[in-house]
């Protein structure tokens, strides 16, 4: 059981300087163990900033994040990154990049090629596992590192806008092939994205954040409405040209709007 | 017209016109042979000194005895600045511990610990060795460290948010990551250490090519010092050659990347 529990958390950037930032306030929220929530925002409400605390790549200035009941202190495999960058290892294979966590977990060398050709398999990438990171287009390297992840079993899955620096077809594919991908192996997600759209159609649950500082400006379901109307059926195209999914993507996008509209 | 010489002949042309010139120097008698001996005397004295015993040893076993301190202080500075380096760029307390040290160190000569690499360890090879170190270590570390620093944030996040250990982070992505800077580093090192080797040998040993030239000054035989200077300089250049060949083979097979 995974489950993120985001206990009234504070982030306070440089709170012994003369300019703290209040990056995030009193941020209170339960993902559900198997759930898929993606977090939309304009930029700089913190939505980045929320994903690191629960990585543990950042300090929490007050609150606490725990994460399968263990309060977040660190970063750990429990709880593997992909981001926007791809961040693979250009000195590695792609073999190599696919069982790294796997090693640092302890799995044996057999477990490490099994999972090398499941999920090559998987992402359709079959015979690319002696190339190198920069022999592959963006979308095939952003594929290798949701292998990565996804290798070592992580409880929870944290995406920081990994289709972020992908090009528009390249991403609609991935989005697709995600839905697909979690769908088989069901994990906790944190998905951040820019992307109303990539937000509406991956996520079982929105958190809308507003910004001055960062808090949950609503929450909006998305699960009741996939399963009825039977998303998973249909290609990605179809699901974004359906009613049942432009009433929500409207509904975010007249959140998001408020928002800047209140800055203006 | 210039144009089409090729670009050897040029560096052939400079090394054949100082030597001319030397040897005319000396030849129409403006200098005497006392103050500086001719090339093709020091040409005789080398080949004199690789068959012939001189201060204990033939030529080639002096320098292959300098070569062998050089290695071991080298070997060392590498052995200790690199992975030091490698961790004053990923912890920020150790780098504010050690920096100011290091930077009091780094502008010390190698030859200013002479006093002190005789007093602790005498005629003995640890002296020699301490120099060397002295020489090579700073851009062993500076290298490393302005490496580790400049190592994509998101590789290390990424590493640690899948599992890896400190000492597989260090391993297997700050090392890797800063190649090239850690290369061209040793490359400096080299050069350093094996200029401060010659400065130590000319104090504290009995042996090296360092010591071929105070005996050759206590002999009165100024061919010898020459001769020992031109060994020092072929294995610098050597040296050189060697490290810039493994540095334009690690930064390019790392700018494909």
């Given at each position: 059981?995974?489950e993120?529990v ?23 929220f339960n ?6 929530i993606?977090v939309?925002?304009p ?10 605390m ?5 300090s ?9 009941d263990k ?46 050709e499941?999920?090559?398999?998987l ?18 390297q ?19 806008e ?30 951040i ?25 609503e ?22 040209e ?23 | ?14 090394i ?35 068959g012939?015993?001189?201060?204990g ?7 292959l ?5 050089f ?20 912890f ?16 010390v ?15 003995g090879i ?30 290390i996040?990424?590493?640690?948010t ?7 982070i ?23 250490g ?13 042996s090296?090519?360092g ?24 294995i610098g ?21």
């Open positions: 059981m995974s993120i985001i206990d009234n958390v504070t982030k306070i950037f440089g709170a012994a300087s003369a300019e703290p930032f209040t990056a995030i306030e009193d941020f209170d993902v559900k163990d198997q759930e898929f993606s939309v925002g930029s700089g409400c913190g939505k980045t900033t929320l994903m690191r629960v990585a543990g790549l950042e929490i200035t007050d609150g606490e994040i725990r994460v399968a309060p977040v202190v660190g970063p750990g495999p429990d709880r593997a990154v992909v981001f926007q960058q791809f961040a693979l290892f250009p000195w590695k294979t792609v073999r190599e990049n696919i069982v790294f966590g796997m090693k640092s977990v302890g799995a044996s060398k057999a477990e490490q090629n099994d999972a090398v499941f999920y090559l398999g992402m359709k990438m079959e015979g690319t596992e002696d190339k190198y990171p920069h022999q592959l287009s963006g979308g095939m952003q594929r290798v590192a949701i292998a990565r992840s996804y290798a070592i079993n992580p409880g929870v899955l944290l995406m920081d990994p289709f972020g620096a992908l090009d528009a077809q390249t991403r609609t594919i991935m989005q697709e092939e995600l839905v697909r991908v979690s769908r088989d192996n069901p994990r906790t997600v944190m998905f994205t820019h992307s109303v759209e990539e937000a509406v159609y991956l996520a079982d649950r929105v958190i809308v954040m507003g910004r001055n500082p960062g808090h949950i400006r929450v909006i379901d998305v699960a009741s409405t996939r399963q009825s109307e039977k998303w998973a059926e249909e290609p990605i195209d179809d699901v974004m359906m009613s049942s999914f432009t009433h929500l993507r409207g509904q975010v996008w007249r959140l998001l709007r408020e928002q800047m509209g209140a800055d203006m | 017209m210039i144009r089409r010489i090729p670009l050897w002949l040029w560096s052939v042309s400079g054949v016109l100082f030597f001319g010139l030397w040897q005319g120097v000396v030849s129409v008698g403006w200098v005497s042979e006392f103050v500086l001996p001719s090339p093709i005397k020091v040409v005789d004295r080398f080949l004199t000194l690789m012939r015993p001189f201060a040893f033939l030529l080639w076993e002096h320098a005895s300098s070569l062998g301190r290695m071991s202080g080298y070997v060392l500075a590498a052995a200790i600045g690199i992975p030091l380096g490698l961790m004053m760029g990923r920020r307390l150790l780098d504010e511990i050690i920096t100011p040290l290091f930077e009091s160190y780094r502008y000569a190698p030859l200013a610990w002479v006093p002190f690499a005789a007093l602790w360890f005498g005629t640890g002296g020699p060795i301490m120099i060397i170190f002295t020489g090579a270590f700073a851009p062993c570390l500076v290298n490393a460290y302005r490496g580790a620093k400049l190592v994509d944030m998101h590789l996040e990424a590493a640690q899948h599992g890896a250990s400190e000492f597989r260090a391993r297997e992505v700050l090392l890797p990551g800063s190649l090239p800077s850690i290369v061209a580093g040793l490359r400096i090192s080299a050069g350093l094996w200029q401060s080797l010659i400065g130590a040998e000319l104090i504290v040993v009995s090296g090519i010591y071929v030239m105070t005996q050759g000054q206590m002999n009165l035989s100024p061919e010898t010092v020459i001769t020992a200077m031109l060994v020092i300089g072929l250049l050597a040296l050189d050659v060697i490290l810039r060949m493994i540095e334009s083979r690690v930064s390019s097979k790392w700018k494909r990347e």
